[in-house]
């Protein structure tokens, strides 16, 4: 496959980047470390390349701060998105290497959209806290499944004390997350207008303010696939199938329908929207579903026109 210059796909592991440059038109391995990554940001920024990776948590982190730093346009790809192209472009075997010169021609095929964030210090610590969180809180359910089925005593007693202390270091992370909002005035405000909306507790908005970057810089369509929300067709020849939500990211998508379900319960106008859905006949989960939705349609307004609730428009 020939690729036209000006793409670089790069596959993310922890310790090492590999780079394809269509540029010099073959690949190379590189530390995933703070002067490796700033070194390619300069050359891509030299050439003006667009660079292409897959979305791996915190292992790309630095090459992102970087290449902010460096203004090289760039876009984080979903991984299986990525592994849906491969395929479709018939990149059958799977190294690292070959991964990122998939990404290259996944790049200059698709020519995705560009990130639009911004070097900001105060979210990237808001993200760790927020995904700490919810490890904590996942540890505590599993501690509490494990309580409701054992019998023995002793075991009981420590899984008591695991499940308490896992209480209060939820509180401690809690309380540091409001300490960074605090002092974080961009995101405080944000998460004010966030707060705004009847659903939306504390958790909700800084699960938001650190996991949706894009919100209120992104279409409604745009931002409802992001975070999964987004129905699509399952339609093919005579065939008529439901409209189905996939993909996006799960975590978000979760804070936004258990926000849903306390809207539906809110005197609001989410509340009325919820009851008319279910008087139509839809299902219960379809209809929070469709709640969630039209909560994100309005956080979104919210963000991107600085309003509260009360006067934003989607």
Do not use: W
């Amino acid at each position: 496959m020939i690729i036209s210059p000006g793409f670089v796909g790069i596959d993310i592991s922890k310790h090492f980047l590999d780079v394809f440059d269509t540029g010099r038109g073959h690949g190379e391995r590189l530390a995933n470390s703070a002067e490796a990554a700033h070194t390619l940001a300069q050359r891509c920024a030299a050439t003006g390349a667009f660079v292409l990776f897959e979305a791996t948590g915190s292992y790309d982190g630095l090459l992102r701060q970087a290449l902010v730093q460096a203004k090289v346009a760039y876009a984080r790809v979903n991984p299986e998105r990525a592994r849906d192209f491969a395929k479709a472009a018939g990149f059958l075997a799977k190294t690292d290497a070959i991964d990122a010169r998939m990404l290259a021609a996944m790049a200059r095929s698709l020519r995705p959209t560009p990130a639009a964030e911004a070097a900001h210090p105060e979210r990237e610590r808001l993200t760790a806290l927020v995904r700490r969180r919810d490890q904590l809180v996942a540890a505590r359910a599993q501690e509490r499944t494990r309580r409701s089925e054992c019998r023995e005593l002793e075991i009981q007693h420590d899984l008591d004390r695991h499940t308490a202390f896992l209480d209060d270091a939820i509180a401690a992370c809690d309380k540091r997350i409001a300490a960074l909002l605090h002092h974080a005035p961009d995101l405080q405000r944000m998460a004010k207008l966030l707060r705004s909306v009847p659903g939306i507790g504390p958790v909700a908005a800084a699960t938001l303010l650190a996991l949706m970057p894009e919100l209120g810089a992104r279409s409604p369509k745009t931002i409802a696939a992001l975070a999964g929300l987004a129905p699509f067709n399952h339609d093919s020849g005579r065939k008529r199938g439901q409209r189905q939500i996939r993909g996006g990211r799960k975590r978000v998508r979760d804070a936004l329908y258990m926000a849903a379900l306390a809207a539906a319960r809110s005197r609001s106008a989410f509340a009325t929207f919820y009851k008319a859905l279910r008087q139509a006949g839809k299902p219960p989960k379809l209809a929070l579903i469709a709640l969630a939705r039209k909560i994100l349609t309005v956080l979104n307004a919210m963000l991107r026109d600085q309003k509260p609730f009360q006067t934003a428009k989607p």
